[in-house]
Structures are given as structure tokens and as C-alpha cells.
């Protein structure tokens, strides 16, 4: 980190706070890795003389992008199967594949290669589920990049763990080892209410209250989903959930997109936060996460991309065009999710729904120097009355120029810092390799 | 055009024929602007000894986007207001600032713009509809595209013309003058049935077979357009639109995101061509059209962005993604709207629509050599399974390196040949300057 103060300055600093505030020629002043100042760019020179100077005289500065939900070990999967109804994908093609070949080695590959694309498209902080959770975690050290790495509980074996029991004892070993970590934050992540039994359910629980952590959870992504619980239980997974008492602000409820009147009245109740994945979604066509009533609410929703195997790509600037788009057609109300309400999604409202507000998620200071510049002079987004709209609407994730986090340059005028494409694409190939045989 | 044979060597032909192939490691052969062979690169160079040689050796070629619906005079309007009600967005934004300042210069510059947005995102052919025709003819000339151009008809008075009589007599005189060029041809378009009334359309319909033109129109974009119809007329658009005898193959239907059981019957009966926008569809609120049940009634269906003040960009892989997703969305089957399929509706089947499939839509020998070179070896579309699954889920358009039209290259490793982008930039910015006071 560096102790010297640092400017930027921007055409744009787009702050993403509650009352988000456009700047126009303004500058951060960075310092140990934190926002140490805002201010006019003529002023910031004057009062940080010997400061380091850089220029962002065409781009738009935002909070780097917090993609709330992914699996980040099945990027190696982009693409293996697409087009197909929700059980024979599963059945037929990621299960096998997962099971062949899902080890250590692949999920650190797949993990520092979805790492790449993610910081080539802005995403600063990541919120995933997936197994062997350490692979993850040094890919992690590796980018530079802040991860939120679920331990993920199913009630079967998988190459990762045999039992529950061995699930729940590797992911607090996991806590235990990376909590130094700044960068590196465990969470539970039961998979979900049909893969996860209500006993283990409420063992997460406590374990979750005991060790201070917050809760991933897959709930209501799909109508089989619901009428799978209901047929075994006459109750929908939301009022399960409750009945255990399991739902809170703790809770990072995945998906829903199916909310009938009762779950709205118990999420009202019980405030989890949601994440909304509206491309996977559409793709596996469960179903539209009612945004606009949850919001209304008051409920908090931030945003994710899921995983490239139901998506395929990791680029939250679509995710956000998608997010707004499809609000308006659900809602048949085209004010519905507007570009600075999509912008927020991916910044400050993943920061809350993480629990990590304090210090993420907006261009505040005392905040960690998280952010990205856009490039917005590109013919793609000009004529430019308005940047939000721009970034949302217009512009491309290639448009992403430069990236840091803690204040530290991870992609530079997009060439990434702390890995090497070459090798990156090298990995890549060697696994397609032996995966497509 | 070259008179010596070319060889553009690729990684993956895709051909969207009919029974569309992926051949791997061949080469098209290019000839007086058109395809003249398609052939395993390694016999390439022994065919052709005295031809000249490119190598897109990490690279999917396909058809040149056909972009089947635009208004590209409307470019300089791109985010210029967002996120409004259909009727705010149109009385208090859009048509004010028509009225201001849309004039033949105007006009050149932003089609000039958004042929070099066009251009930059693989697309080579368009299909317009707006005012002084002229304007965006000569604009296509100076950039080498292809382009459709819209008479406009509308029974009210316009900066373009007066009277419904003054648009007819403007549009004929284009075409006249224009249908020496290879690159132009002119379409009638009538604005939708709310605008122009039925003695005109019935007048329209005469003209267009008399000069053998395609119509254009507008038709049941949202549900407000047949409220107002029903409440007029007790009829439904396309009943009217039927009963006046005005469809058929010779009709570009465009939007058609409200279809009932009747409006089935007519169009199955009928078979005019489709245009499906489905991001403007969403962003304004307006539905969905439901793509596999007119696939399913034997309709071809083609895929256009409407214009940048409602998408807001000239995007086709993106749109590609998008009708993909929201047609398994809509349909609630994850099989619907396949990634080959929705390549298809970008390339073929707007050729199709636009009535132009002998010479255009596909890389067949003797057909044009309109194509473009998407580079699929980079981190975002890594690794590869499926070249085509790459293209429409996970590629940008930014991949897009190369661009021909005619066999002639107007993109060369993402440098436009034909346009200058500063230029284009500075003139953006001159009109930004003017609108937004």
C-alpha cells in the first residue's frame, strides 16, 4: 500500500452513494488504500503538491462493480452445454463434468481465470460458491482481486467432501486459515432447501451466528423448485425457511424469482438480501425476481451474473443492461430499474447484501480505493448527455480502461497486473483439452 | 473490386445456410466482390497459387450482420433521455428535439456516426426508416455500407415534408435517383398504423407494387397501439391492416409484441416478414414478441435495435443475446431461440425479410462477400466448445476485428478504412453542444 498520496482525475466521478452525485472534473486522492479525499481537480493539486498524478480526462470513475453471486471454479465450463431444459443440462452435463473433473488444481485454474475476465470488466469484489474454497482463495492472493468465498454444504458427497459433517469442518478450517486476509471473507452457502436438509439448515445457522458470517443460499429460482416443496412438504421453500427461523439480514437469498403474497409479507419481515441473476435467469428460463416489489418493500437487491455455465460471461455492465431492461418488461412500467438504480445494484446495494457497506461499494471517503474508469469518448457512447446512461445503456465492458483495488492498479490500460494472459489462455486450452474428449 | 482472386484463411466458417455448418480450418475465396469458392484451407493456396493471403487463424467468420431495423438519423438523440413512460418520452423529448434539428445535415452526420457503430460491431447491411433519405444514401456511399432506406410516410407535416402527398413524391424521386447504386435500395414505410391512415397505406401498397419496393411498417408494438385501434375502429391493427388486403411477404412487420389467436390466423395466412427488437421492446416497456409461436406458424423472423434513443446501441451481438434470453424467458422453455438460431435471425433470415437471400445472409459461393472476423481467442470467449454458443453468449462486440462489404475491408483490425473516427467524434460533439442547450 502505498503511504504517498495519489490523485486521479476524472471527467466523471460517479460516487454511487445514497444520494449518488455526478462530479464533473473532479479527482480522488488516494492514500494507504483508501479514499483519503474528493475533490475538484483544480483544488486537488494545490492542496497534495507532492502527490502522483494520473489522468482520466475521457472517463467516467465508478465504485469497481460487486458481482454477488458466482461459481466462479466452473469457468472452464463456458459454453460445454447450452440450450437445454434445466435437468438435462444438470443430469446430463455439468453434474458428469463437474464430477470428472472438479480437483484442487482445475478450481484454482478456472478461479484465476474467471478472475481475469472479471477485473477486464470492472469486477472488483466477488461473492462465490463453489468447492475446494482455499484453490479459490490463493487465486484470489494471486489477482489481487476481493473474494467472498462460500462454504458450500450439500447433502451429498462431491469430490470436495464426503459428508455434511466434512462440508461444514473444511469450510470452518477455511475461515479459521484465510480471516487474516483482507481480502478474503468465508461465508456459508447451503446450496438449497432441495439439496439441504432442514436439520443442516439450522446447524448453518448457528454456526453462522457463532462465527459472525453471512448465509448464500439458492431460494425459489425456479417454479420446480416451489412445486417440488410443495409436493413433499405443502409449504413453499420461503415459508420452510421461516418456520426455522432461518431467514434474516444475515441471509443472502439467491434468484427469487418466484414471490408469492406470503413470501413477500415474511421477506418484508425478515429483510434478507436478495440477488438478482437476471441473465441466468432468462437462460434457464426459471422465471423474472419480481425487483420492482421488493424494492417496494424494502427490500435491498444487488446483482449477479451466476455462473458462465448459465450465462455464459461474467461482464456486470450487461448484467446491469439486462437487470434494467427486463424490470421494465416484467413491470410493463419502462421507469422500472432506471440506469442509476442498475449502477447502484452493482456497487453499493452487492456492498450491503455482503455486509461490507462500511467500506465498499461507493466513491466515499474512508472507503477502501476500490474503483474503475471508463472510457466513454469511444464512438459506442457518444453523443454523451448523460454517463450513467451511457455505462448502462451504450457502453461495452471492453470500454473498461483501468482497475483498482485497495488502491492498487490491477488492469492498466487494460493490461492486467498481477497475471499473465499468456499463460492464462495456455491453462485454459490444456483443461478444454481434456474436458471436451 | 478485385479482379484477383483473395483467400481469407479462418479458424471456423459458419455459414448460416439453411443447414448452417461450422468448417473448421477453411477458407473463403473472394472474386470480383463476391464468394467464389469456400474451400479446406489447406487446398486453398494450391486452387488459387497466384492469390493473395489473410490468415484469421483464431477467428469465427460469418455473414455481415444485417441489422433489420434502425432509424440511424436518431444517433445524436443516443441517451438523450431514458427511462420515461412511451408518451413522455416521445412528446416532451424526442419529438421536440426532431423538430429542432433534424435537417439534412443532421441527418448525414449521425448516420455517418452510426454506420461507424455499425461498422465496429460486425454489422453490414441496415434497414432504415427515417427522414431526408438522401441524407443517409450519400452517408452509406462515403462509408461502403449496405443500405435500406425507409420512404417514410406520415400524415403529419415533418422538416423532411408537408403534406402525405409531399413524403410519396420525395420518396419516389429518391428512389429514382438511387437505384443506380448497388449499395442503396429503397423501402416504403409507412409509420405505423396510428400515424398514417388506411387510404394512405391502400395508396402505399399500389406504389410498392407498382415499383416492386418492400413496406416497412411499424405494427402492434405495444399494447396501447391496440387499445387506441380497438377504440377506433372495433378492430385489432392487423385485421384492419388485413381487410384493406395490405399484407404479405412484401411486408416488414416490425415489433408485433401483441399476437392473439386471430392476428395468428392472418399472418400464418399472409406471411409477412417479421422484425423482432427485442431491447427497445423491453426498455420502452412495450412486450414481448412471441418469436416461437410465429416461427412455429411458419413466419420468418429477423432481429433489429430500433433506434439508439430507445436500445440504446446498434449492437447485434448483443441483440442476438438478448432475443435468445428473452425468448426462453417468454416461452418458458430453455430450449427456445437456440444461439444458432439467433444467429440466424441476425444474418439469413434478415436477408429473407428484407427480400435479399439470393445475393445476401450467408457465405455461399456466389453470393456477396459481406462478412465479418470475430476474434474468439480471447479471455471472454475461453475456452471453446461450441464457436457459435461463444459468439452470441459471451463475445463482445469489441471481438469483432474485421469487416467486409463487397469483398472490400471497411474494418481492419478494428480500424475503420473508410470513416474518420475523430472526425466522426468531433461532429458528435458539435451537435452535442447545440441539442443539449
Redesign the interface.
Known amino acids: 500500500m502505498q503511504s504517498q498520496e495519489q490523485i486521479i482525475h476524472a471527467k466523471w466521478l460517479i460516487t454511487c452513494e445514497e444520494d449518488n452525485k455526478i462530479l464533473e472534473n473532479h479527482a480522488l486522492v488516494l492514500k494507504n488504500g483508501k479514499i483519503h479525499a474528493v475533490l475538484p481537480s483544480k483544488n486537488a493539486s494545490i492542496q497534495y503538491p507532492s502527490a502522483t498524478t494520473s489522468h482520466y480526462s475521457q472517463h467516467a470513475i465508478v465504485p469497481g462493480f460487486i458481482n454477488s453471486h458466482t461459481h466462479i471454479g466452473m469457468n472452464?465450463f463456458?459454453?460445454?452445454a447450452?440450450?437445454?431444459?434445466?435437468m438435462d443440462?444438470l443430469n446430463n452435463h455439468i453434474w458428469p463434468a463437474e464430477k470428472q473433473w472438479v480437483q484442487q488444481d482445475f478450481v484454482h485454474d478456472a478461479s484465476l481465470?474467471a478472475m481475469?475476465?472479471m477485473l477486464?470488466?470492472g469486477t472488483t469484489c466477488f461473492n462465490d460458491m463453489y468447492f475446494f474454497l482455499d484453490a479459490t482463495a490463493q487465486a484470489a492472493l494471486t489477482a489481487g482481486i476481493r473474494a467472498h468465498i462460500g462454504i458450500t454444504v450439500i447433502d451429498f458427497p462431491t469430490a470436495w467432501a464426503s459428508t455434511t459433517q466434512e462440508y461444514l469442518e473444511k469450510g470452518l478450517a477455511f475461515h479459521e486459515a484465510y480471516k487474516k486476509y483482507d481480502n478474503i471473507t468465508a461465508t456459508f452457502a447451503p446450496h438449497a432447501i432441495y439439496t439441504v436438509s432442514e436439520k443442516t439448515l439450522s446447524t448453518i445457522k448457528e454456526l453462522a451466528d457463532q462465527h459472525q458470517l453471512k448465509i448464500n443460499m439458492h431460494i425459489q429460482e425456479s417454479r420446480d423448485e416451489i412445486e417440488q416443496s410443495l409436493a413433499q412438504t405443502k409449504k413453499r421453500p420461503i415459508r420452510r425457511l421461516h418456520d426455522i427461523g432461518f431467514l434474516s439480514p444475515q441471509v443472502i437469498a439467491i434468484h427469487m424469482t418466484q414471490i408469492d403474497d406470503e413470501d413477500l409479507t415474511i421477506l418484508q419481515h425478515t429483510q434478507p438480501h436478495i440477488v438478482h441473476c437476471p441473465?441466468s435467469?432468462?437462460?434457464?428460463?426459471s422465471?423474472?425476481c419480481p425487483v420492482m416489489q421488493l424494492q417496494a418493500a424494502g427490500l435491498n437487491i444487488a446483482l449477479g451474473t451466476d455462473s458462465?455455465a448459465s450465462?455464459?460471461?461474467l461482464?456486470m455492465i450487461?448484467e446491469m443492461?439486462?437487470a434494467?431492461?427486463?424490470a421494465?418488461?416484467q413491470?410493463?412500467?419502462?421507469?422500472?430499474v432506471?440506469?442509476e438504480q442498475a449502477l447502484k445494484m452493482a456497487t453499493l446495494q452487492g456492498a450491503k447484501a455482503l455486509g461490507i457497506e462500511q467500506m465498499f461499494g461507493s466513491l466515499t471517503v474512508g472507503k477502501a480505493a476500490d474503483f474503475i474508469a471508463i472510457d466513454l469518448?469511444q464512438?459506442?457512447t457518444?453523443?454523451?448527455?448523460?454517463p450513467i446512461?451511457?455505462i448502462v445503456?451504450?457502453a461495452?465492458?471492453?470500454q473498461i480502461t483501468d482497475v483498482w483495488v485497495a488502491g492498487k492498479q490491477l488492469l492498466k490500460n487494460r493490461q492486467l497486473t498481477t497475471l499473465d494472459?499468456t499463460e492464462?489462455?495456455n491453462k485454459?486450452?490444456f483443461?478444454?483439452e481434456k474436458?471436451?474428449n
Open positions: 472452464f463456458r459454453g460445454l447450452d440450450d437445454l431444459t434445466l443440462w481465470f481475469a475476465e477486464r470488466s441473465e435467469n432468462m437462460k434457464l428460463a422465471g423474472a458462465v450465462n455464459n460471461n461482464d450487461g443492461r439486462s434494467a431492461l427486463l421494465k418488461l413491470s410493463g412500467n419502462p421507469k422500472a432506471d440506469a469518448a464512438i459506442e457518444q453523443p454523451l448527455y448523460h446512461s451511457q445503456y451504450a461495452s465492458r471492453h494472459e492464462l489462455l485454459a486450452h483443461w478444454r474436458i471436451k
